[in-house]
C-alpha cells in the first residue's frame, strides 16, 4: 500500500531553520514526483517544492526560493525539505504528496496533480 508519512515539524524562531522528511513506502517504482504543499486556515494549499525523482529535477515556489531546498535520498525515497530563514508567513501545516508514475506533471506545484497525500507536520515559526 503507497504511503507517506512526514516527519520534522515543529516550532522556530523567526530566521531558523526545520528540515522536514518524507518517508515514501508500498511503491512499485522508484521514478515518480515528489511534493510538498502548505495550508494555513481558509487558504488553498500551496505548492512549495517539488521533485522529479528520476532525475532530480526540482520546482520551487518563488515564495520560498532560495530559502528552501527539496532534495531526495535514493537508497530509500526519502524526500526533504531543509528550510532556512523562516518567517511568519512560513507557518502552516506541511504535507508531502505523490505522484506516484513516471508522469511528467505540468503542473508540479499544483495539489491537483496528486494523488497521495501524507497526513501533515505542523511548523510554527514564531517572532
Known amino acids: 500500500q503507497f504511503r507517506l508519512v512526514e516527519f520534522g515539524g515543529g516550532s522556530v524562531q523567526a530566521g531558523g531553520s526545520l528540515r522536514l522528511s518524507c518517508e515514501v513506502s508500498g511503491y512499485t517504482e522508484t521514478t515518480m514526483t515528489i511534493g510538498w504543499f502548505r495550508q494555513v486556515p481558509d487558504k488553498e494549499r500551496e505548492g512549495v517544492a517539488a521533485?522529479?525523482?528520476?532525475?532530480?529535477?526540482?520546482y520551487y515556489a518563488d515564495s520560498v526560493k532560495g530559502r528552501f531546498t527539496i532534495s531526495q535520498d535514493n537508497a530509500k525515497l526519502t524526500v526533504y525539505l531543509q528550510m532556512n530563514s523562516l518567517n511568519l508567513e512560513d507557518t502552516a501545516i506541511y504535507f508531502c504528496?505523490?505522484?506516484?508514475?513516471?508522469?511528467?506533471?505540468?503542473?508540479?506545484?499544483?495539489?491537483?496533480?496528486?494523488?497521495?497525500w501524507g497526513q501533515g507536520t505542523q511548523v510554527t515559526v514564531s517572532s
Open positions: 504528496a505523490a505522484i506516484d508514475s513516471s508522469y511528467y506533471s505540468p503542473s508540479p506545484l499544483h495539489y491537483s496533480e496528486y494523488n497521495y
Open positions: 521533485i522529479y525523482t528520476g532525475d532530480n529535477l526540482t
